[in-house]
């Protein structure tokens, strides 16, 4: 009786942990985070539904880089297919581009050191983002980073919902076929994903590159009219678009 009641104590003392840590993990981020949007920009988008498609054209993009290449995944895993991603990214930082990657630490747990270690020595620029830390430990392993953007060249970016593993170009028969979207873009809006990237790697790779002007062009408008809005944790993006009828 007595170690039942013991080993109630200790779960009633977890659980009150997890709920403290949540709410106040939540309210401290919900005071840093503002919400924010582009103004109406101009580009060239371009839409992938499928997996194979996006990957061809995006490893072409890649292979083609001349100055850098800015990624952030929220999962790569450790298959055939994130070898070969991680294979074009080495080669060219090998090459002499400025390649630097920026994984979520829980969405790509599958990353192991000696992995990193491969892509450091090749000369790609690494870092993990949002890592679970104290002293809101529990609330920051729920707070994950889903984008997936990458800036080649300053010219060329993609966003969209699309990952790095063999499930995303249909090669895993129990998740296929997978469905979801990318958008290649060109124009205006390339400079503001950008920016987020260099955001992003000033805190968690702890070196700011906002200010150096090679990062950054004047690209040319395009024709097709939108607008980009970044979000964090506390403003879902179904609230902006709920005040925008």
Same mark, same amino acid.
């Given at each position: 009786?007595?170690?039942? =009641?013991?080993?109630?104590?200790?779960?009633?003392?977890?659980?009150?942990? /997890?709920?403290?840590?949540?709410?106040?993990?939540?309210?401290? $981020?919900?005071?840093?985070?503002?919400? +924010?949007?582009? %103004?109406?920009?101009?580009?060239? /988008?371009?839409?992938?539904? $499928?997996?194979? !498609? =996006?990957?061809?054209?995006?490893?072409?993009? /890649?292979?083609?880089?001349?100055?850098?290449?800015?990624?952030?995944?929220?999962?790569?895993?450790?298959?055939?297919?994130?070898?070969?991603?991680?294979?074009?990214?080495?080669?060219?930082?090998?090459?002499?581009?400025?390649?630097?990657?920026?994984?979520?630490?829980?969405?790509?747990?599958?990353?192991?050191?000696?992995?990193?270690?491969?892509?450091?020595?090749?000369?790609? !620029?690494?870092?993990?983002?949002?890592?679970?830390?104290?002293?809101?430990?529990?609330?920051? *392993?729920?707070?994950?980073?889903?984008?997936?953007?990458?800036?080649?060249?300053?010219?060329?970016?993609?966003?969209?919902?699309?990952?790095?593993?063999?499930?995303?170009?249909?090669?895993? %028969?129990?998740? *296929? %076929?997978?469905?979801?979207?990318? /958008?290649?873009?060109?124009?205006?809006?390339?400079?503001?994903?950008?920016?987020?990237?260099?955001?992003?790697?000033?805190?968690?790779?702890?070196?700011?590159?906002?200010?150096?002007?090679?990062?950054?062009?004047?690209? %040319?408008?395009?024709?097709?009219? $939108? +607008?980009?809005?970044?979000?964090?944790?506390?403003?879902?993006?179904?609230?902006?678009?709920?005040?925008?009828?």
């Amino acid at each position: 009786m007595k170690a039942a =009641l013991i080993f109630l104590a200790i779960i009633v003392c977890i659980l009150l942990w /997890l709920s403290v840590d949540f709410k106040l993990g939540r309210k401290k $981020h919900l005071s840093l985070a503002q919400p +924010q949007k582009t %103004p109406i920009l101009k580009g060239k /988008l371009d839409i992938f539904p $499928h997996g194979k !498609e =996006l990957f061809k054209d995006y490893f072409r993009e /890649l292979e083609n880089a001349k100055k850098h290449i800015h990624v952030l995944f929220y999962i790569v895993k450790d298959d055939s297919f994130s070898r070969e991603f991680f294979s074009i990214l080495k080669k060219k930082a090998k090459a002499g581009i400025e390649v630097r990657l920026l994984l979520d630490r829980l969405g790509s747990y599958k990353i192991n050191r000696k992995m990193i270690q491969e892509l450091k020595i090749a000369g790609v !620029e690494f870092s993990f983002c949002n890592t679970p830390c104290f002293p809101f430990l529990f609330y920051s *392993s729920q707070v994950r980073n889903h984008r997936k953007i990458t800036i080649i060249d300053c010219a060329i970016g993609y966003l969209g919902g699309f990952n790095v593993a063999k499930e995303y170009i249909d090669e895993d %028969p129990e998740l *296929s %076929p997978w469905r979801d979207y990318h /958008l290649k873009i060109k124009g205006e809006s390339v400079s503001f994903i950008q920016r987020e990237f260099l955001t992003e790697w000033r805190e968690y790779a702890k070196k700011d590159l906002l200010d150096h002007t090679d990062y950054f062009a004047d690209i %040319p408008e395009g024709e097709i009219s $939108h +607008q980009l809005i970044p979000t964090d944790g506390p403003y879902p993006g179904r609230n902006i678009f709920a005040a925008h009828p």
